[in-house]
T-cell receptor, first 115, second 111 residues
Framework: AQTVTQSQPEMSVQEAETVTLSCTYD???????LFWYKQPPSRQMILVIR??????QNATENRFSVNFQKAAKSFSLKISDSQLGDTAMYFC????????????FGKGTHLIIQP | DTAVSQTPKYLVTQMGNDKSIKCEQN?????MYWYKQDSKKFLKIMFS???????INETVPNRFSPKSPDKAHLNLHINSLELGDSAVYFC??????????FGQGTRLTVV
């Protein structure tokens, strides 16, 4: 069974700073998918970024980028120029690529952006 | 247009009751899911349903049952509700190996 670990329950940074959220995972699969989801106070789950394990290039989406280290089974999220609207719970998630398996989530990191 | 919609958004009910949460997706996805988010915000998959194949998380009590009248719907039925069932329930859908698209969640409170 896969496990996803987020070791930072809460982080707080000043607006405009860069912050990195850590995520490690454990799997015996060779091909899989990794995701970061954002959950603001509205409760909606919003996809931030997606990484396919067979792609060596790190995914980027505007101010969001990942550092994917397959050998180390690490998948950290970097948020540049952080904004007040980035305040949310962030969840790292794993999918084995089987489609119907669904997502295995970490416990989340509560990110607070201070003005 | 809402991609994945759940109703109701809030549900308060007494212990022992039976309730349902409806979920509909208009994305044409072939797989739908139910997740439970507990009071500590931990998300765990309960069910996935794909082409009439149901995959059940073994930790889910059999009081919970998904029902899919068609490919666009996956409703969640809960019998004999217990206090510990209080949580936020999310429906989601996905296609192939794409990321899941989530509904807005249903906050269930059992009193």
């Amino acid at each position: 069974a896969q496990t996803v670990t987020q070791s930072q329950p809460e982080m707080s940074v000043q607006e405009a700073e860069t912050v990195t959220l850590s995520c490690t995972y454990d799997t015996s699969e060779s091909n899989y998918y990794l995701f970061w989801y954002k959950q603001p106070p509205s409760r909606q789950m919003i996809l931030v970024i997606r990484q396919e394990a067979y792609k060596q290039q790190n995914a980027t989406e505007n101010r969001f980028s990942v550092n994917f280290q397959k050998a180390a089974k690490s998948f950290s999220l970097k948020i540049s120029d952080s904004q007040l609207g980035d305040t949310a719970m962030y969840f790292c998630a794993f999918n084995s690529g089987g489609g119907a398996d669904g997502l295995t989530f970490g416990k989340g990191t509560h990110l607070i952006i201070q003005p | 247009d809402t991609a994945v919609s759940q109703t109701p958004k809030y549900l308060v009910t007494q212990m022992g009751n039976d309730k349902s949460i409806k979920c509909e997706q208009n994305l044409g996805h072939d797989t739908m899911y139910w997740y439970k988010q507990d009071s500590k915000k931990f998300l765990k998959i309960m069910f996935s349903y794909n082409n009439k194949e149901l995959i059940i998380n073994e930790t889910v009590p059999n009081r919970f049952s998904p029902k899919s009248p068609d490919k666009a719907h996956l409703n969640l039925h809960i019998n004999s509700l217990e206090l510990g069932d209080s949580a936020v329930y999310f429906c989601a859908s996905s296609q192939d190996k794409q990321a899941g698209v989530f509904g807005q969640g249903t906050r269930l409170t059992v009193v």
